[in-house]
């Protein structure tokens, strides 16, 4: 009788599991394996939600249907991505990634379908987009909630159809595209502001993954944090540096607000800077609930207290700045932006720091 089965092309990770479950081992104790997926992509599953993730990875990419990963910034959406993709039948074709949120609205569109020329101004010759480029292929839709709703209806015809017409142009071209699309948006609230359409929604989550948290997956710290240092050792030609325990077991307690890509870069400055204990004076928990910078590391003597205080109503202040500007722009994160004069990227990054939309969801929760 069969216990269980694993579907080709497998991994040796899945195969481990398998056998594991099979023979009754303590799944536990199994330590996870770097999966190298590209130059600077990895993939690590150490701990049991990262286990199934791979797994269920594994069964949708033999599935030509779309899949939709959700997650905070950081967490990885994107190395599942390039997973999915190895994993599948089109592996040997084109992997394309496109961030909605990175390309200004207005020209968002011809980087995805491109341009005949005369289209528009400046368009002296035609150029094909993202779709045409990745047939055969996948493509990965980076922030597909910072999508304009109208281009939402012609990427729901793509779905629907695998048919697009350039910009400027009338003959219709028909593509063969597998498409995976990524957010950290909360999805219902994007619906009922009419941020995201809802049969867009519906016709991308025919399989969704959720990827949790780093904070959610502790076991596989030391595996990525020993990882990161031996890819940026090599990088910048430098020589590895160790974790001593008080380091590792800081790493171990800190909540990684920016996850995969906030420890990536802690790596790389304590890579640079060489001090065990200003890596772990960072990583220590202050008032405000998350970490701050190198240069704002303080022992427990009265200039560090006041410059505590004085950081926590800097932070507090401006964080009710963020709120009231998100407010009154109805959740427009891009014209909260523009009115808080910062680019949009560093008002994400706030919006994390500070929880500012756990917040706002927490109180619609508790009043709906």
């Known amino acids: 009788m069969a216990h269980d089965y694993i579907t080709k092309p497998f991994q040796k990770a899945e195969l481990d599991a398998v056998i594991d479950q099979c023979l009754g081992t303590n799944q536990q104790n199994y330590p996870g394996e770097v999966e190298e997926l590209s130059d600077d992509t990895f993939f690590i599953a150490a701990s049991p939600v990262m286990r199934k ?30 997973l999915i993709h190895k994993l599948s039948p089109r592996a040997h074709r084109t992997f ?20 005949e020329a005369g289209a528009f101004t400046g368009a002296n010759h035609p150029k094909p987009g993202k779709f045409e480029i990745c047939n055969k292929g996948t493509i990965l839709l980076d922030e597909i909630g910072e999508m304009p ?79 990161f240092m031996a890819r940026m050792a090599e990088q910048y030609a430098r020589p590895t540096l160790s974790f001593s325990p008080e380091l590792m077991q800081a790493c171990l307690h800190y909540h ?79 014209q909260a932006a523009a009115l808080l004069k910062i680019s949009y990227k560093a008002l994400l990054y706030k919006i994390r720091q500070y929880g500012i939309a756990e917040t706002k969801s927490h109180k619609l929760t508790a009043g709906a």
């Not at 394309?96 to 341009?115: H, I, M, T």
């Not at 015809?157 to 990524?182: C, E, N, W, Y």
């Open 53 to 82: 993730l791979r797994s269920q990875a594994a069964l949708v990419a033999n599935v030509d249907i779309p899949v939709l990963m959700l997650g905070e910034s950081g967490t990885g959406k994107e190395v599942m991505a390039k």
């Open 96 to 115: 394309l990634k496109v961030n909605c949120a990175a390309v200004p609205a207005d020209l968002l569109e011809s980087e995805l379908f491109g341009y």
């Open 149 to 227: 709703p109208s281009l939402q209806a012609k990427l729901l015809h793509v779905l629907q159809d695998q048919q697009f017409s350039r910009l400027g142009s009338r003959s219709v071209i028909k593509v063969d595209v597998r498409i995976l699309a990524a957010t950290n948006i909360n999805i219902p609230e994007a619906i009922a502001n009419k941020r995201l359409r809802e049969d867009l929604y519906y016709r991308l989550n025919a399989f969704t993954l959720q990827i949790p948290p780093l904070r959610e997956r502790k076991e596989e710290i030391p595996i990525l944090l020993k990882h």
């Open 256 to 334: 990684w607000p920016g996850n995969l890509r906030e420890l990536g870069n802690f790596i790389k400055r304590y890579l640079v800077l060489g001090d065990d204990k200003l890596a772990i004076n960072e990583l220590h928990p202050k008032s405000d609930g998350h970490g701050a910078q190198f240069a704002g590391a303080h022992g427990g003597d009265a200039e560090g207290g006041l410059k505590s205080v004085a950081r926590g109503a800097k932070d507090e202040a401006e964080a009710e700045a963020i709120s009231r500007a998100l407010d009154e722009t109805n959740w427009n994160r891009k």
